[in-house]
């Protein structure tokens, strides 16, 4: 076989040009990643593709963007990652060293998104807490002084608010009000905020100096709006329930009436003369009797029917007045 100059000289190039092939090939399928000094990631988790630019098809790409490298610093703290983790990271994803190109600086820091929640926002959450205590158009609340912290940072999401009086035992002195952040529906803080209000109401007061033993009249007590110093429970509201009640202690004008304040009087005595009730659909019996025994409103005490001579048994109504079931 004989051999030319030109035959040579062919197969010189083809073999520099298989070469660069090779070349070309061994630098298409190493891919290609950058990572940056400093990055602001959002999430919990810091994934390769949250700090690095990745040259690479998509397969792989997606692989190696989806590389988890630990925990996201906390807010308003950094993270320091160190070339050595990223590589073991890559190499534990099923990477070879032939695979990838790492290029890094000498210093990567992480920092984690975050968002401004102002005390503002915050404070109105709390308030309207504190005006929903009280389901009672008679009743308002006006809020003294509420202390939130300043605004606060929290990672990037839906921000809910959560406030809540339920546990609060006094409304009546400072209170704690316990408040959870939420970001996408995880909580992420908690902590409690001072508040400070005044509770009004509607109450039974005295119109009059009221002296002990006095049996109360309606026109003894009037409705006055006042600043309540302990539960609603412990005021009354009713004019109602004063009926055949006498003071049990002395009671100046203006000052609320409290169920301490009376007890039931006894508007029955034995041997008085009585007027007897009775009903019968719509019909109304009204006779004349004698009580034989006192009593109270409410009470059960016998009476005797004058013109009949019967003894009833019959429940106290109000002074004078009972009534039986026919």
């Given at each position: 076989?004989?051999?030319?100059?030109?035959?040579?000289?062919?197969?010189?190039?083809?073999?520099?040009?298989?070469?660069?092939?090779?070349?070309?090939?061994?630098?298409?399928?190493?891919?290609?990643?950058?990572?940056?000094g400093?990055?602001?990631?959002?999430?919990?988790?810091?994934?390769?593709?949250?700090i690095?630019?990745?040259?690479?098809?998509?397969?792989?790409?997606?692989?190696?963007?989806?590389?988890?490298?630990?925990?996201?610093?906390?807010?308003?703290?950094?993270?320091?990652?160190?070339?050595p983790?990223i590589?073991?990271?890559?190499?534990?994803?099923?990477?070879?060293?032939?695979?990838?190109?790492?290029?890094?600086?000498?210093?990567?820091?992480?920092?984690?998104?975050?968002?401004?929640?102002?005390?503002?926002?915050?404070?109105?959450?709390?308030?309207?807490a504190?005006?929903?205590?009280?389901?009672?158009?008679?009743?308002?609340?006006?809020?003294?002084?509420?202390?939130?912290?300043?605004?606060?940072?929290?990672?990037?999401?839906?921000?809910?608010?959560?406030?809540?009086?339920?546990?609060?035992?006094?409304?009546?002195?400072?209170?704690?009000?316990?408040?959870?952040i939420?970001?996408?529906?995880?909580?992420?803080?908690?902590?409690?905020?001072?508040?400070?209000?005044?509770?009004?109401?509607?109450?039974?007061?005295?119109?009059?100096?009221?002296?002990?033993?006095?049996?109360?009249?309606?026109a003894?007590?009037?409705?006055?709006?006042?600043?309540l110093?302990?539960?609603?429970?412990?005021?009354?509201r009713?004019?109602?329930?004063?009926?055949?009640?006498?003071?049990?202690?002395?009671?100046?004008?203006?000052?609320?009436?409290?169920?301490?304040?009376?007890?039931?009087?006894?508007?029955i005595?034995?041997?008085?003369?009585?007027?007897?009730?009775?009903?019968?659909?719509?019909?109304k019996?009204?006779a004349?009797?004698?009580?034989?025994?006192?009593?109270?409103?409410?009470?059960?005490?016998?009476?005797v029917?004058?013109?009949?001579?019967?003894?009833?048994?019959?429940i106290?109504?109000?002074e004078?007045?009972?009534?039986?079931?026919?």
């Amino acid at each position: 076989m004989k051999v030319t100059h030109a035959s040579i000289l062919n197969l010189s190039l083809a073999a520099v040009f298989a070469l660069l092939c090779g070349y070309c090939v061994q630098g298409q399928s190493r891919n290609l990643i950058k990572v940056a000094g400093e990055s602001t990631v959002n999430g919990e988790i810091v994934e390769l593709g949250m700090i690095a630019r990745i040259n690479a098809d998509r397969l792989r790409g997606d692989r190696l963007r989806g590389i988890t490298l630990g925990y996201s610093p906390g807010i308003g703290s950094s993270r320091e990652l160190l070339r050595p983790q990223i590589e073991l990271a890559i190499k534990a994803a099923g990477f070879e060293d032939a695979d990838f190109s790492l290029e890094t600086p000498s210093k990567i820091l992480v920092r984690r998104a975050s968002q401004n929640i102002p005390s503002i926002q915050i404070r109105d959450a709390v308030e309207k807490a504190i005006q929903t205590r009280y389901n009672d158009s008679k009743v308002s609340t006006q809020i003294l002084h509420v202390d939130v912290p300043a605004d606060l940072a929290v990672p990037v999401g839906v921000v809910d608010i959560r406030a809540s009086i339920s546990g609060v035992r006094s409304l009546f002195e400072k209170f704690q009000v316990p408040v959870e952040i939420r970001i996408d529906g995880k909580i992420v803080r908690t902590f409690s905020a001072t508040a400070e209000i005044a509770v009004y109401s509607e109450v039974l007061v005295a119109a009059t100096d009221l002296a002990i033993n006095k049996k109360l009249m309606l026109a003894d007590v009037k409705l006055q709006k006042v600043r309540l110093e302990k539960p609603l429970t412990s005021y009354l509201r009713d004019p109602a329930v004063l009926r055949g009640v006498q003071m049990t202690k002395p009671l100046e004008t203006g000052k609320p009436l409290a169920a301490d304040s009376f007890a039931a009087a006894i508007v029955i005595k034995l041997g008085d003369t009585v007027r007897i009730e009775a009903y019968s659909g719509r019909i109304k019996i009204v006779a004349t009797g004698e009580a034989s025994a006192n009593g109270r409103i409410g009470d059960r005490i016998s009476v005797v029917n004058k013109q009949s001579k019967t003894v009833l048994q019959a429940i106290v109504v109000d002074e004078g007045v009972v009534r039986v079931k026919l």
